[in-house]
């Protein structure tokens, strides 16, 4: 749930692009080879694919709330208000 809640706050503030590439590298970069060595190379099977996956999903929400907290909110409101009234 706060994946998806970070993940949203993210595209709301126009980051997609960002989103996108936290994205590939928690799932293709950390959660599927980290899954491949514990499933085949460690012998852990299904359960090892499983905790990679985990900890890939688990990257990604940290690097997004991190990104999250560390917005500037206020600056957000301008661009936003810029945006919309010229």
């Known amino acids: 749930m706060v994946k998806i809640c970070n993940a949203g706050i993210a595209i709301g503030a126009g980051r997609q692009k960002m989103v996108a590439y936290v994205n590939i590298c928690s799932y293709y970069v ?26 890939g999903v688990a990257t990604q ?15 957000e409101v301008i661009k936003m208000m810029i945006t919309f009234l010229f």
């Open 61 to 75: 929400t940290f690097v997004l709330a991190y990104i999250t907290s560390r917005t500037d909110w206020e600056e």
């Open 30 to 55: 950390v959660g599927v080879p980290l899954g491949i060595l514990l499933g085949y190379v460690a012998k852990m099977e299904v359960k090892g694919i499983w905790i990679g996956m985990i900890i």
